[in-house]
């Protein structure tokens, strides 16, 4: 069985950056499309970025240049690179792991305020 852990969230002023990382345990994580979800108090959980196993990304408008996706296969770690971080981007950030099934991080807190 998969499993998902987060790590790398916390507090942020405007403007800075922060990187999650997602290390997924378990075997075939290069075949499985990853993906980073958040949920903000009161709203639905929506897509931030996701990468295909060759590497195709997507993203949300809302943070098209400003954050980037990327995987190691060799570390089995998807990791999320955020920069010029708003307080609109606050909210708990979660890994999706999906081949056959999709399985679900516990969540890491971001929270950018002055």
């Known amino acids: 069985q998969v499993q998902l852990v987060e790590s790398g969230g916390g507090l942020v002023q405007p403007g800075g950056s922060l990187r999650l990382s997602c290390a997924a345990s378990?075997?075939?994580?290069?075949?499985?499309?990853m993906g980073w979800y958040r949920q903000a108090p009161g709203k639905q959980r929506e897509l931030v970025a996701d990468?295909?196993?060759?590497?195709?990304?997507n993203y949300a408008d809302s943070v098209k240049g400003r954050f980037t996706i990327s995987r190691d296969n060799a570390k089995n770690t998807v990791y999320l690179q955020m920069n010029s971080l708003k307080p609109e981007d606050t909210a708990v950030y979660c890994c999706?792991?999906?081949?056959?099934?999709?399985?679900w991080g516990q969540g890491t807190q971001v929270t950018v305020s002055s």
């Open positions: 999706n792991y999906i081949l056959g099934k999709s399985i």
């Open positions: 378990g075997s075939s994580f290069n075949m499985a499309l």
């Open positions: 990468i295909g196993s060759g590497g195709r990304t």
